[in-house]
Structure formats: structure tokens, C-alpha cells
């Protein structure tokens, strides 16, 4: 089964930051566009970014425009989350998923839980004020 793997969670103070990785080799660049969501607790899951198959638009949900940027590398398959000034309320577990190109209109519905198909099972990121 497809299953993406998150990595780089962690505690850090608020004005910090970091970055967190996604290994997402079943789920090659050419065929899935890839998004970051998080979900702290009591809280429904929330978009935080996204990023076209080729990589020619990235989306960002309100709260981390301007702090959070969504990158990827090709060769390794590997999606990226760099948050900068960190804030408490960033505090969550952060998710890595996969949205099948083929699949819907990615352009509209990028935010959309439903648009994407497979997820990882979270990393812990909690900012310390």
C-alpha cells in the first residue's frame, strides 16, 4: 500500500524554524500533485500547502501564508514544508498526501481532504512560546 513517509517533526520555540520532509516514492511527481495538512488536537484536519505535479503552482491555507514555503525534489521524490516564525498556534501533527493528477480539478479543490488519495501517518511538530 502507498504510503507516504513524513519526517523532520520536533520541538522548537516560537520564532524558530523547520523543516519537514516527506519520502513519497509511491507517488511519483509526474502522476500526483502533494499537499501538507495538520491537525492539532480537538481540531478538525486543516490545509496548509500544496503543490501542482510539475511544480508550477503551490497554494497555501491563510494562517501560513508568508512563513511557510512547499518544495519538492524531483530525483528524490521527496516533498518539503520549510516553516519559518514559527507560532504556537502551528502547533499540530503535520500530514503528507497525495492527490491523483487524473483525478478531479486539483486547481479548485487543492484544500480538499477528498482530493487526496494516499496519506502518511503524521509528524509532531510543537512551538513552544
Known amino acids: 500500500q502507498v504510503q507516504p513517509v513524513e519526517f523532520g517533526g520536533g520541538l522548537v520555540q516560537a520564532g524558530g524554524s523547520l523543516r519537514l520532509s516527506c519520502a513519497a516514492s509511491g507517488c511519483p511527481f509526474s502522476d500526483y500533485h502533494m499537499g501538507w495538512f495538520r491537525q492539532a488536537p480537538g481540531n478538525e484536519r486543516e490545509f496548509v500547502a500544496g503543490?501542482?505535479?510539475?511544480?508550477?503552482?503551490?497554494f497555501y491555507g491563510d494562517s501560513v501564508k508568508g512563513r511557510f514555503t512547499i518544495s519538492r525534489d524531483v530525483a528524490k521524490t521527496t516533498l518539503y514544508l520549510q516553516m519559518n516564525r514559527l507560532k504556537p498556534g502551528d502547533t499540530a501533527a503535520y500530514y503528507c498526501a497525495c492527490a491523483a493528477a487524473a483525478k478531479g480539478n486539483y486547481y479548485s479543490d487543492y484544500d480538499k481532504e477528498w482530493q487526496y488519495e494516499f496519506w502518511g501517518q503524521g509528524t509532531q511538530v510543537t512551538v513552544s512560546s
Open positions: 503543490i501542482t505535479r510539475r511544480g508550477g503552482s503551490t
